[in-house]
């Protein structure tokens, strides 16, 4: 499915719009419709650990997302060889309004959210395949 980018992907901010693709419960890509040698991995970060935030008020408006809203939620995985060496970063969660066809990423507040990191081992996580 084809997602419009409405808060951008750090560091990627002429990304405009994404196709999104499932490859399993745990894993996810997705690519850049405006530039196609760009791509990232993602992973379902349910699957892996406890994982909860409150989502701004600003990405709730800007992603029109309301309680009924169907809502995925990923994070970006930087793959590595072996693949359970793989790093998650669960401070920049990409969030995507299924209904409304509208994607982002929101980066949450390290201070306020002490137990997500930036770069943690896939590994590390007994529930990890």
Do not use: H, W
């Not at 997705?30 to 994982?51: A, G, H, Q, T, W």
């Not at 793959?79 to 066809?101: H, M, R, T, W, Y």
């Amino acid at each position: 499915m084809i997602y419009q980018v409405k808060t951008e992907i750090l560091g990627f901010e002429n990304i405009k719009s994404v196709e999104f693709s499932e490859i399993d419960e745990l894993f996810a890509t997705i690519k850049s419709c405006d530039d196609s040698s760009i791509s990232f991995s993602l992973v379902n970060p349910y699957l892996l650990r406890e994982y909860s935030f409150d989502l701004p008020k600003a990405a709730k408006v800007m992603l029109d997302i309301n309680e009924n809203s169907n809502v995925l939620v990923y994070n970006i995985m930087i793959v590595q060889n072996p693949l359970d060496e793989s790093k998650v970063n669960f401070l920049a969660p990409i969030i995507f309004n299924k209904d409304k066809g509208l994607m982002g990423q929101v980066v949450l507040r390290a201070l306020e959210y002490p137990e997500f990191g930036l770069a943690e081992a896939i590994n590390s996580f007994k529930k990890a395949a």
